[in-house]
């Protein structure tokens, strides 16, 4: 695709419900990351993944987090029994390999309420 | 533990005016430094710097990386409007699979 999609772009969720976010990465890009930013916040890394696999887990702040990526394509990152911390915006970026330039997809902005 | 600090945290100017963002890192395992413009939500790139004192340059924004005092500056004349967004400086390291963000610095720039 011409630029990173995510869906939705926009999600509101009560507390204690599973929420699933999507990100479309640029086609061709075989690195993949999420990334979470809390309001006035720099962006916190969450998980990388280098194709399907996911060698860095190290960002997932509790284990109600989890992502997947299959096909080398589209990821998606859940969240179980949300919690009103987890309100952010949750980026997704793509790059052609490990250490190439990261382009960014408009975000989804969770709030849990 | 890396870290990226960027300063000012805020900042207003008048159109027209020059501004120079700065950002500080650490040095252990650096490989290179990014920049990203942020408005709304989605972070746009701008410039990857890895070599000292070569000036990236796209037309009034231009940035410089100084590899002795490990800091970067961007630089932002004859300000419009439309660059009002957050600038965010990224430090990319060796052995971290992702960047390391600062947290930005909000330019506002007043008509």
């Known amino acids: 695709g011409a630029g990173v999609s995510q869906s939705p772009s926009n999600k509101v969720t009560e507390k204690g419900k599973d929420v699933e976010l999507r990100c479309d990465p640029i086609?061709?890009?075989?690195?993949l990351y999420w990334y979470r930013q809390s309001l006035g916040q720099g962006l916190e890394f969450l998980i990388y993944?280098?194709?399907?696999?996911?060698?860095?887990k190290s960002g997932l702040p509790s284990d109600r987090f989890s992502a997947e990526r299959t096909g080398g394509s589209v990821s998606t990152l859940t969240i179980q029994r949300t919690q009103q911390e987890d309100s952010a915006v949750y980026l997704c970026?793509?790059?052609?390999?490990?250490?190439?330039?990261?382009?960014f997809g408009a975000g989804t902005r969770l709030s849990v309420l | 533990e890396d870290k990226v600090v960027q300063s000012p945290l805020s900042l207003v100017v008048h159109e027209g005016d020059t501004v120079t963002l700065n950002c500080s890192y650490e040095?252990?395992?650096?490989?290179?430094l990014l920049w990203y413009k942020q408005e709304k939500k989605a972070p746009t790139f701008l410039f990857m710097l890895?070599?000292?004192?070569i000036e990236k340059k796209s037309g009034r924004l231009s940035s410089i990386l100084d590899k002795k005092e490990l800091f970067s500056i961007l630089n932002i004349t004859a300000t419009q409007t439309g660059d009002s967004a957050v600038y965010l400086c990224?430090?990319?390291?060796?052995?971290?699979?992702?960047?390391?963000f600062g947290s930005g610095t909000r330019l506002q720039v007043q008509p």
């Open positions: 086609s061709g890009h075989t690195a």
């Open positions: 890895t070599s000292s004192g």
């Open positions: 990224a430090g990319d390291y060796t052995g971290r699979r992702a960047l390391t």
């Open positions: 993944f280098q194709g399907n696999s996911a060698p860095d």
């Open positions: 970026a793509s790059s052609l390999g490990r250490g190439d330039i990261q382009y």
């Open positions: 040095v252990t395992n650096f490989r290179s």
